[in-house]
């Protein structure tokens, strides 16, 4: 019998995110896309739930995530509700990564965290297939874009370079601290209710240790000024409290329940969050 031996060659890596859900085929058909291009490539799926055409509910999901994979990774992502029009089909090498997708704001995390080393308008139809639907770009465009970037086909190859300072960004409201006091927002709801705000914990290296701290949402006038580390540290009562979110941000949840149903906020919901030593 022969003795298997492992390749230490890397496999390429493509993560796909789209609005798709998983009723119809189309997530299927933009692997088999690239599958056919790129046979030892690794597909990892980061979801396929954002909320059809939310654009900046896909870049925080996106950004959430992105550093865990490995060097090279090829992203391509689909949340494109402009698809078909003049918006632009795009390449971007940022930091360890590429990401392919609409010009539309997907990426703009991305931007803001990462060095850009290249973009480019996906323009050499060489790299797409031979027909280009007008409503599905994910399997005509950014799929086989996607995998000859992942056999290693360069950047500049895939068509014309872009201005990384032209490229669309979602602008989203910085908190601004004012002494004690950061005036932020709900940037996020998770699939749990919890309310995932602005403000980084970097921000706030005293979250836990400071005697006080509150947040107050400005809608409703809710107060939460309970805090935990750990979801289940004290006892199940329905009632809200600030913790330190995986994600990097102070967030408001409520244990076994959702706290986005129960206080009736949602994304955008402006907030105080008040620390007093």
Known sequence: ?????????????????????????DVGVMKAVIIGITPETQIIDITHA??????????WVLSYGYRYYPKGTVFVCVVDPGVGSSRSAIAVHAGDWYFVGPDNGLFSYIY???????????????????????TFHGR???????????????????GTSLDPQALQRIYVQPPERYGSRIDAQVLYVDTFGNLITNIPLSTVPDLFSSKHVQIVFLTNQVVVDRR???????????????FGDSSGYVGVALQNGNAAR???????APLTFDITE
């Open 140 to 158: 005509d465009i950014f799929a086989p874009v996607g995998a000859h970037l992942a056999r290693g086909v360069a950047l500049h190859e895939l």
């Open 228 to 242: 935990r580390r750990f979801f289940a540290e004290g006892p199940v009562d329905n009632q809200p409290f600030i």
């Open 1 to 25: 019998m022969s003795q298997y031996t492992p390749s230490t060659t890397p496999r390429p890596v493509v993560a796909i995110m789209t609005d798709f859900g998983l009723g119809e085929s």
């Open 262 to 268: 129960s206080l009736g906020l949602g994304p955008g």
């Open 50 to 59: 954002i909320p059809p055409q939310n654009v900046p509910y896909g870049a």
């Open 112 to 134: 803001a965290q990462q060095t850009i080393h290249g973009a480019v308008v996906l323009s050499n139809s060489a790299f797409h297939l031979p027909q280009v639907s007008a």
